[in-house]
């Protein structure tokens, strides 16, 4: 009985701290309202229009770890309800709102990607975002590695 009561406090204290911690507010990009996923193209394009624009960019984090998650998570719901799927191009943070655009730019080889924040991770303090495979590879200097630096920007409008 008494374990249970500190694992509650515990919990409902977690719950304050992350519910009114400061989060940078941000608009998020256009994203599309479609149930299917964007094919590479559609994505591809997307990231263009971004680039071209860079003064709509707020730097977050740099020089913090990203990883990837297992494939063990597919098709499972994320914190937002939004079902994970591993070929997407999404993320979890754990203060980020949902929904926020985020650019992570692996820090050895200047590759970027956007993805867009739907969950809630990573769960060790090591790891500052967790990155879908599809995404993760893209931005990978070597295919065989589980984590590397990245830089942290927040996509918004003008």
């Known amino acids: 009985m008494r374990n249970s009561i500190i694992i509650f406090s515990t919990a409902v ?8 911690t400061a989060v940078p507010e941000t608009v998020p990009a256009k994203v599309s309202t479609t ?16 680039k071209e624009t860079s003064d709509n960019l707020t730097l977050y984090k740099t020089s ?3 990883t990837y998650y297992a494939n063990k998570f597919n098709g499972r719901k994320t914190t937002s309800g939004e079902r994970f799927h591993n070929s997407k191009y999404t993320a979890a943070h754990m203060r980020l709102p949902f929904g926020t ?5 692996n820090e050895s080889n200047g590759k970027s990607v956007d993805v867009k924040v739907n969950d809630r991770g990573p769960y060790s303090k090591k790891y500052e975002i967790d990155l879908t495979r599809q995404a993760f590879m893209e931005i990978a200097s070597k295919k065989g590695s589980g984590s590397f630096k990245v830089k942290i920007e927040i996509i918004g409008k003008k």
Do not use: G, N, Q, Y
Request: with cysteine; proline share 3%.
């Open 13 to 20: 204290l977690l719950f304050i701290l992350t519910a009114f």
């Open 35 to 50: 149930a299917k996923s964007p094919d590479t193209t559609e994505v591809a394009s997307a990231c263009e229009e971004v």
């Open 64 to 66: 913090v770890l990203a």
């Open 101 to 105: 655009m985020v650019r992570v730019t």
